[in-house]
């Protein structure tokens, strides 16, 4: 019985941390590591306004310190603000009916700054602390440049990617460690489109992608 008693109380202590650090008026800050995961389709290429048959774009995965801040508003309701480190893709194409297979086509770097709506499912008092979100994704693309290997094909040239406004959808949890301290997973998905235009001294290569990455994370929580 005594055994019982013990492996009761353990148990419960596992269960139950102290609620202040987790409730209404808590301000949480995270750090760690992302992931983002294009699920890429893209419109075939464009070459000089004639599409080539069979072509298209991808974007490959690309990791980045993650940094979150957040607030409270109720035991349940809280607001979080994603942000982070940039984040740095390769860009292949496929070149269809042009016969050269797949070549790397550029690079690129992003910024992905998302607010999201969160609900938390437990009391302020449980260790596991699931939440799922939504809110809207901003994505700023820069410092982007035309592979060697694609310059090779068509000459020196440049690359724009246009900027995306677009929903972004979040699910995690925390698993409290103490009063202030927090492990921390979460995945978002987010609706990232944008125009890809190639300029080079005689050719204009252009191209619709949809991003729509899935976005891993793990991090460390902190809560005042």
């Known amino acids: 019985m005594r055994t019982i008693r013990v492996a009761t109380a353990v148990l419960l202590s596992l269960s139950v941390v102290n609620a202040s650090a987790w409730e209404k008026g808590t301000w949480f800050f995270r750090g760690g590591v992302a992931t983002v995961a294009p699920d890429a389709s893209s419109t075939p290429l464009n070459l000089d306004g004639t599409n080539i048959a069979g072509s298209s774009a991808d974007v490959d995965d690309g990791t980045?310190?993650?940094?979150?801040?957040?607030?409270?508003?109720?035991?349940?309701?809280?607001?979080?603000?994603?942000?982070?480190?940039?984040?740095?893709?390769?860009i292949s194409a496929a070149t269809g009916a042009l016969g050269l297979g797949r070549v790397a086509a550029g690079e690129t770097k992003h910024l992905p700054p998302t607010i999201s709506l969160q609900y938390w499912f437990a009391a302020p008092e449980s260790v596991f602390q699931?939440?799922?979100?939504?809110?809207?994704?901003?994505?700023l693309f820069f410092d982007e440049a035309v592979d060697a290997q694609l310059e090779g094909v068509l000459g020196a040239g440049e690359l724009s990617l246009d900027a995306s406004l677009g929903l972004a959808l979040q699910a995690g949890f925390d698993y409290v460690l103490t009063d202030k301290l927090a492990l921390s997973a979460g995945i978002w998905w987010a609706d990232i489109d944008t125009d890809a235009e190639f300029t080079f001294s005689a050719n204009t290569l252009t191209t619709?992608?949809?991003?729509d990455p899935l976005v891993y994370s793990l991090s460390l929580s902190w809560r005042f």
């Open 208 to 211: 619709e992608v949809e991003i």
């Open 130 to 139: 699931p939440y799922v979100g939504a809110g809207i994704n901003y994505t």
């Open 64 to 90: 980045a310190a993650s940094l979150m801040v957040g607030y409270m508003y109720t035991d349940h309701w809280a607001v979080e603000v994603l942000g982070s480190s940039p984040f740095s893709h390769d």
